[in-house]
């Protein structure tokens, strides 16, 4: 396994993360999985065996039955090098403070988490989603007061634009809070939007990309293939929406393209598509999860697999995004004088 830095921080991180969405059961999560502390417990055993480091959460899982389900899997005692990250923002109750991320909302749903989880302190504490309505001075603060009080050691943020993350980094510099280490993204060989904004400002402000979802909620396991039906017991047949699909013949150009280097080197398309991420610009970890224990060690085997330039080319071309604006101006008039963090997305046009 591989260890990556977190962003400018000094903690490193195992390329795969232990995702637990699928944990619990409860609510709208039932939809992706329903495993007990039994499976959370095999979980934990297994990817540790595999080098894996860090178990990603949030409060909004199962309705904080995710995060129970860890602290009664590990007894609040992780692992020797584990770590645990968790995340808050969305409903937690019926009440008008019972979201969002405020300094009320935070500590509160941070001493929450530590209680479900079992646990002292928090090793990542994210921002699970922007709040419109909460002053980021007030956000930068109570997650830099939860810092200093010692119940959190780094904090990150999740599902942010571009300019929400950089008015966040500004406002925690210059008021000499805490600043984010990492932030939460959905990327994919399906979905790279994500390169537009967010991954340049990663690495402009030496963010580490935490990638959710890197097989685009199963599609690009191999399973989904053009023409066929859902496979059994998968989160699209039981009415999973994310991530949203807007070119399904471009979503199974790739499936394609991922079966067929697969196969030709004996491994999974989920493993080819979980490799192709672990190269890309400012990725530190990507979380996986699975329903099952085959699923789980078939993607943590992917951890060990390198692709070939020439793999890399055809997956890069297949699933290619439109040069939106202002990027094509700027390929067009500006490409004499790009930076390296233009060149993450602009760089594969200019050739």
């Known amino acids: 396994m591989e260890y990556r830095r977190l962003g400018k921080s000094g903690l490193k991180v195992s390329a795969l993360t232990l995702g637990t969405m699928t944990y619990g059961g409860r609510g709208n999560f039932a939809k992706v999985g ?78 929450a988490s530590l209680r479900r989880l079992k646990i002292e ?44 993350v950089m008015k966040a980094m500004e406002i925690a510099r210059r008021d000499g809070r805490v600043p984010f280490v990492s932030q ?39 399973k989904h293939r053009r023409n066929a039906a859902e496979p059994q017991g998968t989160r699209q047949l039981a009415g999973w929406k994310e991530p949203p699909i807007a070119d399904e013949s471009k979503l199974f150009d790739i499936v394609d393209e991922l079966v067929r280097i697969g196969q030709s080197r004996g491994v999974s398309a989920a493993q080819i598509a979980l490799a192709w991420l672990l190269g890309r610009p400012a990725v ?36 290619q995004p439109v040069l939106l604006y202002p990027y094509w101006h700027q390929k067009m008039s500006a490409a004499s004088r790009l930076s390296p963090e233009d060149l993450s997305l602009i760089g594969p046009y200019l050739t």
Request: with cysteine; net charge negative.
């Open 121 to 164: 302190t928090i090793d990542l504490y994210q921002l699970h989603e922007r709040d419109g309505q909460t002053p980021l001075e007030e956000t930068m603060e109570a997650l830099d007061s939860l810092v200093r009080s010692g119940k959190v050691r780094y904090v990150g943020c999740s599902n942010f634009s571009g300019w929400h």
């Open 284 to 319: 530190a970890t990507l979380i996986v999860g699975a329903r099952t224990e085959e699923q789980l060690k078939d993607n943590l085997a992917a951890a060990d697999l390198k692709l070939t330039a020439e793999e890399r080319a055809g997956l890069d071309q297949v699933s």
């Open 34 to 111: 329903s495993g007990g502390v039994r499976d959370v417990a095999r979980a934990i055993d297994l990817s540790a065996d595999h080098g894996v480091n860090l178990i990603d959460t949030a409060d909004i899982y199962s309705i904080g039955h995710c995060e129970e389900l860890i602290g009664e899997a590990t007894g609040g005692k992780l692992k020797e090098g584990m770590l645990i990250a968790t995340k808050a923002r969305f409903p937690m109750g019926p009440g008008p403070n019972d979201e969002g991320l405020s300094r009320h909302h935070l500590i509160r749903a941070c001493e």
């Open 184 to 222: 939460q993204i959905h990327y994919s060989l399906q979905a790279r939007e994500a390169e537009y904004e967010l991954i340049p400002i990663s690495l402009d402000q030496c963010l580490g990309v935490m990638v959710w979802s890197p097989l685009a909620g199963g599609l690009l396991s191999g």
